[in-house]
């Protein structure tokens, strides 16, 4: 059984910082890459930030200059630096990973429950 376990969120007044973490657990064998999405009520889930096992990075264009993601292969883990933060970065973040179950052969989406992020004064 995989899980991803997320820590970080909460309450931070416009352009505070915030660090989110992620660490994934179980029978992994490999993690492809690992990201954070992020939804708020009546809208789609979107990509906020993703990294290959390389350290190769993809950002949304509105967090970008602002986020840095970041993963510990040794550890499983993910983090995502947020600072300036912005009201519109109020959201639901959840942490996401493409891993390869041990004993498998091709890699599944895997989630976290979410973590709350509200930006505001």
């Known amino acids: 059984q995989v899980q991803l376990v997320e820590s970080g969120g909460g309450l931070v007044q416009p352009g505070g910082s915030l660090r989110l973490s992620c660490a994934a657990s179980?029978?992994?064998?490999?993690?492809?890459?690992m990201g954070w999405y992020r939804q708020t009520p009546g809208k789609q889930r979107e990509l906020v930030a993703a990294v290959g096992t390389g350290g190769r990075t993809n950002y949304a264009n509105s967090v970008k200059g602002r986020f840095t993601i970041s993963r510990d292969n040794a550890k499983n883990t993910v983090s995502l630096q947020m600072n300036s933060l912005k009201p519109e970065d109020t959201a639901v973040y959840y942490c996401?990973?493409?891993?390869?179950?041990?004993?498998?052969?091709?890699?599944?989406?895997?989630w976290g429950k979410g973590t709350l992020v509200t930006v505001s004064s």
């Open positions: 179980g029978s992994i064998s490999r993690i492809n890459v």
């Open positions: 996401n990973a493409d891993l390869i179950v041990t004993g498998y052969l091709q890699g599944m989406d895997y």
